[in-house]
């Protein structure tokens, strides 16, 4: 059982389409039973979203997702025709027919459960089976999608439900890096990396895999095979830690350009102030992620935070509520913050990662508004228009280019 996921670079023309196709069929000589989970063309998903911006800004979320789950049901049936013209089997399924199952929320819904018989049933019949990825259904029939960049995991639930040891994930850069190789051009690629490592750089911001789909390949035990689409190279592997022998205290460096702060003025220095603040934000599922609390004057605190921009107004609006039932002094926002930070399972060991990240900021002239951390990754918000540069910095100053 071979299951292989392709993204919108990878099926983003009719000709590179038919060159998958050809790749698939090849390889059908080695495996019998193939599942292919692919995204939307290139930048379709996109363009949908900004047709529907052009109606409005808050459309319902049950149409939203009609329409942005579509780019993947055309390059699914695209797919399975060039697959059939070179002489192949093949049918395309949508996330309904192939038995996907959603939590009945939209545009973040999680897959819940898989009903696998119309998958091999048309496995047993030798086609090709192509699966739209980014999509499901919930109890109401009504198509979900599962968040940005959810191939990724619709490609491994459906490699845990069909027990393929490997899901091949294909795109247009040739395995995980130390950073984005679009970025940093001597950026190395990994041949393996750890679940947890990459877990935290998908959660940070570095696109190539979908955060979710590596905590549910963890779960599973599922190996993640990235390459590229376009070449026959070698590519990464995320896998158990086990037998990787960890010398180095960084393995990646990735930024979040997307963030923004949150700040509350003049909230009484007293028990439970956070908790009806941040349980409120729980509530309706925003992320918190960075927090400080400080002191301004006597009994006298400002809190701030970070959320991603998609949610800024929301939880605004949120903080402006709590605050007046606080009676703070106000809420400011500053919404042009980007998150940077260093992954590593080795840091575990090493004392001084941290001093040495600040160092390194520090002489690049770079402020540091917010810092967290984890055992195995360091994370500060700092000025978006320095982002790229704060990247280039810690690479170099971790000398991940020599990895
Ligand atoms: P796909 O459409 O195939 O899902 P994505 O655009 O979602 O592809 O993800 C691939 C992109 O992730 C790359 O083009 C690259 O710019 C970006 N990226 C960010 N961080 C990394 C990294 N550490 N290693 C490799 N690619 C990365
Ligand atoms: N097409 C969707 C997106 O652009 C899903 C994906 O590419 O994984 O987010
Ligand atoms: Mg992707």
């Known amino acids: 059982m071979l299951v292989q996921k392709y993204g919108g670079t990878s099926v983003g023309s009719i000709e590179r389409i038919k060159s998958v196709a050809a790749r698939i069929l090849e390889n059908q000589k080695i495996a019998k039973d193939i599942v292919v989970v692919v995204s939307a063309m290139g930048d379709t998903t996109d363009d949908l979203i900004k047709l529907i911006k052009q109606i409005t800004t808050s459309p319902s979320p049950r149409e939203y997702d009609a329409i942005i789950s579509t780019g993947e049901n055309i390059s699914a049936a695209l797919l399975a025709i060039a697959i059939q013209t070179l002489g192949g089997k093949a049918i395309s399924l949508t996330g309904s027919q192939a038995g996907i199952y959603t939590e009945n929320i939209y545009s ?9 018989s119309r998958i091999k049933s048309e496995l047993k019949e030798g086609k090709v089976v192509v699966i739209t990825g980014f999509q499901g259904i919930n109890d109401y ?5 599962i968040g940005r960049g959810g191939s990724d995991t619709s490609a491994v639930v459906l490699a845990a439900a069909l027990k393929a040891s490997v899901c091949e994930i294909y795109t247009d850069v040739d395995g995980v890096y130390t950073t984005d190789p679009r970025i940093v051009t001597n950026a190395k690629k990994l041949k393996e990396i750890s679940y947890d490592e990459m877990l935290e750089l998908a959660s940070l911001g570095a696109k190539v895999l979908h955060p979710r789909s590596v905590e549910i390949a963890k779960e599973n035990k599922i190996k993640l095979y990235v390459k590229s689409s376009f070449s026959q190279d070698e590519g990464t592997l995320v896998k158990e830690a086990n037998n990787m022998e960890i010398i180095r205290p960084v393995t990646g460096v990735t930024i979040n350009e997307e963030e923004a702060i949150i700040s509350i003025f003049g909230v009484k220095d007293e028990p439970g102030v956070a908790g009806k603040l941040f349980s409120r934000l729980a509530e309706v599922n925003i992320n918190v992620d960075m927090i400080i609390q400080s002191s301004q004057e006597n009994n006298i605190n400002r809190i701030a935070f970070t959320v991603n921009r998609d949610v800024l107004d929301q ?7 709590i605050a007046a039932s606080l009676n703070a002094d106000g809420v400011t926002i500053d919404n042009k913050i980007a998150k940077i930070s260093i992954v590593g399972v080795g840091m575990i060991s090493k004392p001084g990662v941290a001093a040495k990240m600040f160092e390194v900021l520090g002489k690049g002239k770079i402020n540091i508004k917010l810092i967290s951390t984890s055992e195995i990754k360091i ?19 971790f000398e991940l280019d020599k990895i």
């Open 108 to 116: 973040r819904a999680k897959i819940k459960e898989l009903d696998t």
């Open 315 to 321: 939880a605004q609006e949120i903080t402006k509520e």
């Open 379 to 397: 994370s500060c918000a700092i000025e978006e228009n320095q982002a790229k540069e704060a990247l280039q910095l810690l690479h170099a100053a």
């Open 141 to 145: 029939n009504d198509v979900t999608t």
